[in-house]
């Protein structure tokens, strides 16, 4: 079992940066962060693969957003720089138990934080 605890979400203009963290408690494979906007399904736009620590991105917040992860704290963060408007929504971070095969389907990941907003004005 495992459970995530997210926080940092808030309010910010466009351009500006938020950092938001989410601890794991638990034994995991795989963790990575997803966005919903409303009416929409989550879509997976970073994470680790925890074993080996390699990094991955999709093209939505390739070159503004990094993942990084401190296993001293069980912690997975995402620095998100360069926020627009577009990027509103509610974020989650997610943890499976075993490999991802591409980390942007929420259906492999069996355990998820309670999602934090993001809110980016123009």
């Known amino acids: 079992q495992v459970r995530l605890v997210e926080s940092g979400g808030g309010s910010v203009q466009a351009g500006g940066s938020l950092r938001l963290s989410c601890v794991a408690y638990?034994?995991?494979?795989?963790m990575g962060w997803f966005r919903q906007f409303p009416g929409q399904e989550r879509e997976g736009i970073a994470g680790v693969y925890t074993r080996g620590g390699v990094e991955y991105y999709f093209d939505s917040v390739k070159g503004r957003f990094t993942v990084s992860e401190d296993n001293a704290r069980n912690t997975l963060y995402l620095q998100m720089n360069s926020l627009k408007p577009e990027d509103t929504a509610m974020y989650f971070c997610?943890?499976?138990?075993?490999?991802?095969?591409?980390?942007?389907?929420?259906?492999?990941?069996?355990?998820w934080g309670q999602g934090t907003q993001v809110t980016v004005s123009s």
């Open positions: 997610a943890a499976a138990s075993r490999n991802c095969r591409s980390g942007y389907f929420p259906q492999e990941f069996e355990y």
């Open positions: 638990g034994s995991r494979f795989c």
